[in-house]
């Protein structure tokens, strides 16, 4: 039955091809040979009609032949025919994929959970407006169809991104596209404390999605990236030393400090009413976190142990980045230069608290690999980095970690979980530490040391506990958080306003004693998004690089919004966790109009070509 309506559509396109060249060439024949070709056109019409596959077949191949004998193309007829076939499917192609909808693979786990690596995505560019093709522009735009919340899709286009260009089908340089959470629209100042967005919009108002819709409510959000996020250098030097540092946080420059010719740093906050950089937008609110072993806080910290109750491993909190404390560092640019100064706090933790870590662990999807681990998508064959992955004893394959429960990935991004017996469920403190530490970068070089960087890891209080990955690991009845409290606050008391010392405690969610929002609070410490920007942030707030690296998006960059998850099949396939969409907002209704009045117009002049055809050739 198949091979029979093959046979039939190749047929009937030979027919058309070869009806469309006598038209054109009918006047150029002799009578003989347009009695040939209009008998043989008439033998396939009448096969076709019957439904005749192997007449038909067999009258094609013949017209075929046929044609090409009596109307024989030219090289230059060809390579015409067949470039305006490209250029045409090109212009369709780019239309349709600029202007209607795309399908779009997720590259990265910059959205996980809600998208993961390879996902395939339907994205409708008509969310919002009518795009401009191949540019960052519209031909309309509607600010109220954006919400927060909507996973967004925009280009790169003249943003503070690398390695951002892109060829469209091989052909035309563009940008390449991102998607990530609208979180912030043109007006709103957004303040975070404990995982949550707190934010009032242009006319004062309180943001409420941020803590009433379900798409927020599993999501954490971080401000930062790294405490120094993006550092520039400038000025004169004094030996090796940079005379001049430059901090940016959501590509904006948020503070400076120099090296005077005495050696001395200075520094200073470039943000109105913000005395200390722990101040900007809740970063107090938030520490860095890696577990150490008693080997390693011996060697890190030496002699804290015998001031600490034992663990069995040790929580390092770095928070309170600050210029008041500023130092000289060598950083991975192998640059000498001021940075933020920090403070260090530990606690000891014991098996439960472990456990707890190990129950609600996640990670980036990796690679093992002949007992060696690295971050799915990196080369982990490339002889420069082996030394730099981390061993893992786990059979071969290609796994991720969400919320405690371990999977494996097979093809197409469709995942498994395994069973408890896996050795990465382990509650080995190692297997716990390893996990933990390295579990988003996977590079030993983040393995504990006095120079080692901090992993991708976040800490911070809500409601009087200490969350980790989203989940409270401490509660405020716990003995060791107590007395950790109780320890940061005698630190404080007994600095000095030369080296003063900032305590990692609650500092309370900015709420009013009537509950409401405290206004006046948010718009003092909180980031404020400019006119025509969009903040947006990626679900996965440990392995992406987003507005809290390069900035806010332009709104010319919004190119449309996530409409369903296509692939791969399983529970996440369908709709996702995000507000509707206006689907009779007038640029979807304006699109789809065109689209369906094009399709129309096309349709019946083919049907009106081919009934003038058909009467071209119906003669005996």
């Not at 369906?596 to 049907?607: G, M, S």
Request: aromatic share 14%.
């Amino acid at each position: 039955m198949f091979k029979n309506w093959l046979l039939l559509r190749r047929a009937k396109k030979k027919f058309r091809w070869v009806q469309k060249l006598y038209l054109k060439k009918k006047e150029s024949l002799s009578l003989s040979a347009q009695n040939e070709l209009e008998r043989s056109l008439n033998g396939l019409r009448d096969a076709l009609d019957r439904k005749d596959a192997p007449s038909a077949c067999f009258y094609g191949d013949f017209l075929q032949n046929a044609a090409n004998r009596l109307m024989p193309e030219t090289f230059f007829n060809k390579t015409t025919r067949h470039l305006g076939s490209l250029v045409f499917a090109l212009v369709v192609a780019i239309v349709i994929r600029q202007m209607w909808f795309e399908l779009f693979t997720i590259p990265t786990g910059s959205m996980r959970p809600t998208l993961k690596e390879s996902d395939v995505l339907v994205v409708s560019k008509t969310d919002f407006g009518v795009n401009v093709p191949l540019q960052p522009n519209h031909f309309y735009f509607d600010p109220s169809l954006v919400k927060r919340g909507s996973i967004v899709v925009f280009t790169g286009a003249n943003m503070d991104i690398a390695d951002s260009d892109t060829m469209y089908f091989g052909v035309f340089p563009g940008k390449k596209l991102f998607v990530k959470r609208l979180i912030g629209k043109p007006g709103d100042t957004l303040y975070f404390y404990g995982g949550k967005i707190y934010g009032i919009d242009s006319s004062g108002n309180e943001i409420r999605e941020f803590l009433d819709t379900p798409w927020f409510q599993k999501l954490e959000h971080i401000p930062f990236i790294h405490f120094d996020g993006k550092v520039e250098v400038s000025g004169g030097s004094f030996g090796n030393r940079f005379s001049k540092s430059f901090f940016y946080q959501m590509n904006q420059k948020v503070a400076e400090a120099e090296t005077n010719a005495f050696g001395m740093i200075q520094g200073k906050i470039l943000k109105d009413k913000i005395s200390d950089y722990s101040d900007l937008w809740g970063f107090k609110n938030y520490a860095m976190a890696r577990l150490l072993n008693p080997e390693e806080l011996e060697a890190i910290h030496p002699g804290m142990s015998n001031s600490l109750p034992k663990g069995v491993m040790y929580l390092e909190i770095t928070h309170h980045p600050s210029l008041k404390e500023a130092r000289l560092i060598r950083d991975d640019m192998h640059r000498t230069r001021p940075d933020l100064g920090v403070s260090v706090s530990l606690i000891p933790l014991q098996e439960e608290h472990l456990n707890r870590i190990l129950s609600h662990m996640t990670t980036c999807r990796f690679v093992v690999e002949d007992g060696l681990a690295y971050r799915y998508g990196f080369d982990g064959k490339d002889p420069a980095y082996l030394r730099y992955l981390p061993k893992l004893s786990v059979p071969n394959g290609t796994y991720e970690i969400q919320d405690g429960k371990v999977s494996k990935v097979y093809f197409a991004g469709i995942t498994q979980e395994v069973s408890l017996e896996h050795p990465l469920y382990s509650k080995n403190p190692e297997n716990i530490q390893t996990l933990y530490n390295l579990g988003i970068e996977f590079f030993n070089s983040y393995q504990p040391s006095k120079q080692s960087r901090l992993p991708s890891r976040y800490v911070y209080f809500r409601d009087g506990n200490l969350y980790l990955m989203g989940a409270p690991i401490l509660m405020k009845e716990d003995p060791l958080l107590q007395d950790f409290v109780e320890r940061e606050m005698m630190r404080q008391k007994i600095s000095t306003t030369v080296h003063p010392y900032f305590p990692f405690v609650d500092a309370k969610a900015p709420m009013t004693d009537e509950g409401k929002f405290d206004t006046s609070f948010i718009r003092t410490y909180g980031v404020k998004v400019p006119e025509k920007m969009y903040l947006m942030l990626g679900d996965n707030h440990a392995m992406s690089a987003d507005s809290r690296q390069f900035g806010f998006v332009p709104q010319e960059n919004l190119k449309g919004g996530v409409s369903f998850l296509f692939s791969p099949p399983g529970s996440r396939f369908g709709f996702l966790s995000q507000p509707s969409h206006a689907y009779f907002g007038f640029p979807n209704v304006f699109v789809w109009s065109v689209a369906t009045l094009i399709t129309i117009a096309y349709l019946v002049l083919k049907k009106r070509r081919k009934e003038r055809l058909i009467q071209l050739t119906s003669k005996d």
